[in-house]
Every structure is written in C-alpha cells, then in structure tokens.
C-alpha cells in the first residue's frame, strides 16, 4: 500500500490544464505576430487567421480562471494565503539553496516547505503577475483595435506591458514546465499533480512540501491509500 | 545608386483643386462611395474630413481671421503620409509590411505582408495609417513608388509655367495644375522650398512673414520625404510644430532581442540543471505520525 495526499481538486486541475493549453497556444500564435521571419513564413491571410485564433484563445485564457474563481472564491481565497504567507526560517534558506540546488540535486539538501514553497510563491506568483498583464494588455489591445479608440499613447503603453509580460511568462513559463512536468529528474511524477488524478505520494510530498506533508498525514483528511 | 527624392508641396501655390487627391484614387483604384448622398455631408470643401480606408491622401481647409481689416486667411493644406526618415511605423510593424524603400527613403507598403495588427497606427506622429477590408489592411500613401519603380512618364508644370516631361512622377504631382506639387531629389525641393519662402516672406504685394518650410529639419534634423512650403503658421495646416516618435516605439524595438536572449539563457540553464540532475535517486520517504 502506498500512501497519497490530495493536492488539487479537480476543478483547480481543470482550470490549470486548459490555461496552460491556452497559454501555451497563445504564445505560439502570438509568435507569429512577434517574430517577422516566422509570420512571413505563411501567406498573411493565414497569419491573420492565426491572430483572431489567438484572440479566441486570449478569451478562454481569460475566461475560465475568472469562471472558475467565481465557483471557488474560497479556493481562491485559501491560494492567496499560500503566495502572501510570511517567509520564515526554511524559506530563506530554500531561496538562498535554490541556485546551487539546481545545478546539483545530488549534493544539496532543500529544507522543509510549506503548501506553496518559497520558490514557487515567488515564481509562479511573478507568472501570475505576468499573465494577468498579459490579459488585461490584451484586452485593451483587443478592444482599442475592434470597437473603441484609446489613443495611441496608451496602445503603445499597452503593447509594452504585453511584451513584457511575454517576456516574463516565457522566462517563468519554462522553468514551471521544466519543474512541473518532471523534466528535471528530483521533480518526477510531479505531472500527475495537476494533470493527473491531483494525488501526491507521501513520499514526494515530504520531499517537496515537508511542513504540508506531515500536518496532512496527522490530519489524514486528505490522505488515500493505494494499493501497489 | 540611390538618391534621397521627396515630394514637394508648395501651400501658396495650391489652389485646392483636389486633382491630386482624385489623381491618388485613381492610380490607386481606391474606391469612393457612388449612392445618392453616400457621402457624409461636412460642412466644409474638405470631404472626407480625414483620410480612411479609402483614401490616402486629402486636402485640407483652413479659414481663419486675417490681421487684415478685410477677409479671412484661407489656407489649403496637404494631409497624406509624410514619409518620415526614421518611420516609427515601420520600427513596429511585426511583419515588414511597412519599410524604408532603400533607394528613395519613401516609406513602401506591402500590404500582402500586412497582418492587420495596427501596430503602425499607434506609433506615427502624424496619425495616417488607416485600415480597410475584413482583415484590416494599411492604406496610406506609397508616393507611388510602383510609378517611380517602371518610370512612369508624366507631363507636369514645374510650377514656372513651363510643362516638362518628367519620369517616375507619383500620381499627385502628376496632376497639379498649378504646379504646387513637384518632385525630386530630396536636396533639390529643400533648396527650392527656402527659396519659395524667401520670395513668400519678402514680395512686396502680400508678403507672408510666417512662410516657413516643413519637413526638411523635424524629427532632429533627420526629417521627412514630403517637404512642405506653408504661407502661415504650422499649427493652420493641423501639422504638429514639432512631432515626435514616442520612445515607447524604440523600447519596443528592444523586446525582440531581449525576449529571444531571455528565453534562450533560461532554455540554457534548464539544460545544464537536467544535465547536473541526470542519475538523480532517493529514498523513499516514509512518515510515521506516532513516532512525531
């Protein structure tokens, strides 16, 4: 029997699945905006089919974590606490480890963590920040070439914050896919996380998250067990 | 060998005929709306009231009180692109629909580049680019250049009296019967715009103390390739006394790069952090709450 602990609901991994698909089609599309040589690559008509695709896929994008939070404000609510927790002791050190930890898992040893670590509140908190600027740009940028005309000051302000964010989200994007996807080698199995059945095993869980781990097994709430 | 050309547009000259704004529609085959009163009244000659989908080029009326103790200062103005040297339109756009014509400095348009983003839109000082069709193509001028490209001849008075055959003229100078518009080499309508100035300002039946040349020096000195003589002041002609290219367009020239180099120095770091990783194992960790 091996030990589990439910880490995501379904709706959160439902939510976090499809803006990532989005996400990540979105920066595909919107690389056929941004790079001259890849949107010269296709006859334009193709290259304008792909830029309302992306607009549709900026919606979902939008749209589901919106919804999704509307269903579970006290899920949201109880994420939030996790990024905005104080620091303490083991965070510090994670944060001061984190370098030489991952040039060399083998010899580095990461202290214990809470629900979110220190890491990913600061991490994903930034890509967070990042996809929100990159969805409320959007949205002006949408809307200021569709229906309403807000000046060109504010379309180029609008356009910054959107490459910007890009660039933020394609820096933190791939280091949460390289973690979270298991690429690298002490984060595997991590996939099934959020794109599995959102169980994690005892022991990955003590490994990553060793506060959160032990208070939930004593709880045992939220504890299965699994036959091998 | 390229030489810098330019066209010239002499205000005082000008005698709002609009040849050159028909002249643009038809070499272009921009249509114009035909039904019975299709045409939004304006109040005004100048119909349209600004350029749009349709039309790249339009001339303006301006009637203002005169100093004088009788009737007013009309003044007719040239609103088309401006062929800036240094065109923040071309610096954003994504898909190199819009460029710099090597050869002439023109600003070119490709519009089966053209992605409808309308980015261009956002970053030129002189608000010009306009859109047209379900995908939003750029229309504004090209100073014709598929014209000056397969040497197009043209009659055209030089504004002296004299009709001359001229080659790759675009469309616009073409016409003008008034010989208010001219085109050449970029030097040459400077030269010949300070010296229409010099008579403007010192002729001894109505002198025009504020003719002044435009276009010749703005964007710090770099300039544009439409150089304008204008009777009275700048402002009278809608045209920015000194217009700029927001800097937010030379940032965003920057994210590009920066983006590519990010990216590829994360992509970079991943890699060596998998390499460092490869033969990773650990225990398996096991809690007993009884023992805690």
Same mark, same amino acid.
């Given at each position: 029997?091996t030990?589990?602990i ?5 709706q ?6 499809v ?18 040589p ?11 089919g792909i830029?309302?695709?992306?607009r549709?896929?900026?919606?979902v994008?939008?749209v ?6 509307l269903?579970?404000p006290?899920?949201?609510?109880h994420m ?11 965070d ?5 480890r ?9 010899r ?12 990913q ?11 929100a600027?990159?969805?409320?740009s ?6 200021g070439?569709t ?15 959107h ?12 280091a ?19 794109f ?33 | 060998?390229?030489?810098?050309m ?35 009244f ?17 001339m ?9 103790k ?10 088309s692109?401006?062929?800036c ?10 898909s /190199?629909?819009l460029?710099?014509?090597? +050869?002439?400095?023109?600003v $070119? #348009? =490709?519009?089966? *580049?053209c ?12 608000d010009?680019p ?6 939003s193509k ?5 100073a014709?250049?598929?014209?000056q ?8 008075n ?9 080659f ?7 016409t ?7 085109? /050449?080499?970029?030097?040459e309508?400077? +030269?010949?715009?300070?010296? $229409? #100035? =010099?008579f403007? *300002? ?9 003719a ?18 204008l009777k ?15 800097p ?13 180099l ?17 033969g ?13």
């Amino acid at each position: 029997m091996t030990r589990y602990i439910k880490r995501h609901s379904l709706q959160a991994r439902i939510t976090h699945d499809v803006t990532i698909i989005a996400c990540i089609l979105l920066a595909i599309s919107g690389l056929f905006v941004f790079i001259t040589p890849l949107n010269n690559l296709l006859p334009s008509q193709v290259t304008f089919g792909i830029r309302m695709a992306h607009r549709v896929l900026g919606v979902v994008f939008i749209v589901v974590p919106l919804v999704s939070a509307l269903l579970a404000p006290k899920g949201v609510k109880h994420m939030f606490s996790n990024y905005l927790a104080k620091w303490d002791k083991d965070d510090v050190t994670f944060m001061k480890r984190f370098l030489p930890y991952m040039l060399g898992p083998k010899r580095v040893h990461m202290p214990d963590q809470h629900e979110v670590k220190s890491g990913q509140r600061l991490a994903d908190g930034l890509l967070l920040v990042a996809g929100a600027t990159i969805a409320i740009s959007g949205v002006f940028l949408l809307l200021g070439t569709t229906v309403v005309s807000f000046g060109a000051g504010l379309m180029l302000v609008m356009h910054l914050l959107h490459d910007l964010a890009f660039l933020m989200l394609a820096v933190f994007g791939l280091a949460h896919i390289f973690l979270g996807s298991g690429i690298f080698q002490p984060y595997r199995r991590m996939r099934r996380v959020m794109f599995g059945n959102g169980l994690i095993s005892e022991s990955d869980a003590l490994y990553h998250w060793g506060h959160w781990a032990r208070e939930e097994l004593e709880k045992g709430d939220k504890v299965v067990e699994i036959k091998d | 060998m390229s030489t810098e050309m330019a066209i010239y547009f002499d205000s005082s000259a000008c005698t709002a005929c609009k040849g050159c704004q028909c002249a643009c529609k038809c070499w272009n085959s921009l249509p114009s709306p035909l039904g019975l009163n299709a045409n939004e009244f304006t109040h005004s000659y100048q119909s349209p009231m600004d350029l749009n989908g349709n039309t790249r080029l339009i001339m303006r009326f301006e009637e203002n009180e005169s100093p004088k103790k009788w009737g007013v200062e009309w003044s007719f103005g040239r609103r088309s692109c401006m062929h800036c040297s240094n065109p923040g339109c071309a610096s954003v756009c994504p898909s /190199g629909a819009l460029s710099v014509d090597e +050869a002439t400095g023109f600003v $070119r #348009v =490709e519009e089966d *580049k053209c992605i409808g983003c309308r980015y261009c839109e956002t970053a030129c000082p002189f608000d010009v680019p306009r859109y047209y069709g379900p995908d939003s193509k750029v229309n504004k001028c090209t100073a014709c250049l598929d014209r000056q490209e397969n040497g197009r001849a043209a009659q055209i008075n030089n504004g002296t009296g004299v009709t001359q055959t001229q080659f790759n003229v675009p469309a616009c100078v073409h016409t003008c019967p008034p010989g208010a518009l001219d085109f /050449g080499p970029r030097d040459e309508m400077i +030269a010949k715009a300070y010296e $229409r #100035v =010099e008579f403007l *300002k010192n002729r001894e039946i109505d002198p025009s103390p504020h003719a002044s040349v435009y276009g010749d020096k703005l964007f710090d000195g770099a300039g544009t390739h439409v150089i304008m003589v204008l009777k009275y002041p700048v402002e009278t002609y809608g045209l920015p006394v000194d217009p700029k290219v927001s800097p937010m367009v030379d940032l965003l020239g920057w994210m590009k790069p920066l983006t590519g180099l990010a990216a590829a120095a994360t992509v970079a770091g991943l890699g060596l952090s998998f390499l460092t990783g490869i033969g990773y194992k650990r225990d398996t960790l096991h809690y007993d709450e009884k023992k805690h």
